[in-house]
């Protein structure tokens, strides 16, 4: 897994200084999530927990995408002093991706990646790999620009606005707005700016047919997830107010659809009253069957993949290099493939293939951990541990991790195993946090008002750091 790292920031409006996360390996499989990061200009944002003010820090990287056998390279041209120290640079990020990947995955293109001073020109790029077309470039500018003018326009003048730009208030751009939304309330809540652009966010919401659907669906697909039943996504179902939103409970409510489930649609279409409404009913019903069935389609499609990847890592010689490279598709579906084989091994009495499966099932259960919080590996650790005296040894080891956080953990835990009807799961919970009280240090003192309150001043770069053009200053590494 690429390493990863922290950079010391100073705010320039309040002098806090703060560390931030830094992204510098991109890598589409391990993390899915990137592509969006990277095409909405989103890499290496931070904003400052104390005032608000945020901005891109302008840090080179490298952004992988293996199946287009693709690598790019950032490189800003403040990066380095002379060329030779910029070629240092991007050898570096190269060589974190290529030595994060088993050997036999690693490609030619890799070791002469596309390189961009300009993050647009990156930005340009992926999206012309995902198929955005100049147009649709145009759109989202578009809707960009209206989006500004509704947050700074007169109250007045909404209305006009929106009704000369009904095009561009899609979905895509109450995706925007909730983003936007999203970064204002990074300033706080009682914030002037995220206040601002909440009312016109409410007012947009409300006074537009996308908005009033969006916000439909959000309620329908809450209430199920509020109090998940047959009966309640059947309601749910009979409320979506689009095929979209059907589609999302299908996936959502999956486990609830079996036979008593059906039958309950079969009832609701015989006690319609209208024909209207019977026929309504009758296409819902062919509606969920066709995306159950798309999506066992697909399902059968991820194992066939998950299967191949589980052979792939018993065949390389390093199968903790090809889980960490392949770390988004190691999921429930690929931990069911490797059960499955454990169990048909374990019947046939294959020692050999068993002994090699379970250095698999080490593996996958030390790249979770590697990408869990350490209060959670802790209980994780902790329900797997098969004695008092090891669970003893584990809390001795540990007391760091002994603070409120991990207790609230623990409770959070009781709670849903509880919900789930896992009795004994619950009462195994409630006795390690018990041995975990008896571990845990005193809590240390809280600051006083005068001290939470106090502020650093601003202060200007020193020769040992670099402001970037957002103004945000980042010790040099």
Known sequence: MPPRYYA??????????????????????VDPE?????MGGMVNMSVCPSCGMGGPLNLPFIYHDPEKDVALL????????SEVERQKAAGTLTRQLMNAMPMEERKGYLLQPETFINIETLVKRVLELE????????????????????????????????????????????????????????????????????????????????GQL??????????????????????????????TTVTAL???????????????????????????????????????LDVREEMSQAGQAVMGERAELLQKMLGTDNPLLMARSHLSELDDTFAYVLRTELEEARQQGNQQMLDALQKIARVLSQVMEENMPPEVVLARRLLMSPSEEQ??????????????????????????????????????????????????????AQPTP??????????PPTSSETQTPSGLIIAKH
């Open 214 to 243: 969006l916000q439909k669906r959000t309620e329908v697909i809450g209430a199920f997830a509020e109090n998940p039943s047959r009966e309640s996504l059947l309601q749910a179902l009979v409320d979506a107010p689009d095929d």
């Open 74 to 81: 950032y490189l800003p041209m403040g990066i380095g002093n």
């Open 391 to 444: 669970t003893r040894q584990l809390l001795e080891q540990n007391k760091g991790l002994l603070g409120a956080g991990f207790f609230q953990l623990l409770d959070n835990l009781e709670a849903s195993t509880q919900q789930e009807g896992n009795a004994d799961a619950a009462a195994q919970l409630a006795q390690i946090k018990q041995l975990a009280m008896q571990y845990a240090p005193q809590e240390t």
């Open 450 to 459: 005068a001290q939470a309150s106090a502020q650093p001043r601003p202060q």
């Open 8 to 29: 010391a920031v100073t705010c320039p409006a309040c002098g806090s200084r703060f560390q931030t996360p830094v992204e510098q390996i991109l890598d589409v499989r």
């Open 34 to 38: 990137v592509k969006g990061r990277v």
């Open 131 to 210: 198929g955005v077309t100049d147009e649709d470039l145009e759109h989202s500018r578009r809707q960009r620009e209206l989006l500004s003018q509704l947050i700074t326009a007169p109250a007045e003048q909404r209305e006009t606005l929106m009704a000369d730009n009904v095009a561009l208030m899609d979905e895509a751009f109450f995706s925007l707005m909730q983003y936007t939304l999203q970064m204002a309330a990074m300033g706080g809540p009682e914030s002037a700016d995220f206040k601002q652009f909440r009312d016109v966010y409410e007012y947009i919401v409300e006074h537009t047919e996308t």
């Open 250 to 288: 299908v996936q959502s409510g999956l486990n609830f659809m079996d036979y008593a489930f059906f039958q309950r649609i079969v009832r609701r279409i015989d006690a319609a009253e209208t024909p209207e409404e019977k026929e309504r009913l009758s296409a819902l019903r062919r509606l969920i």
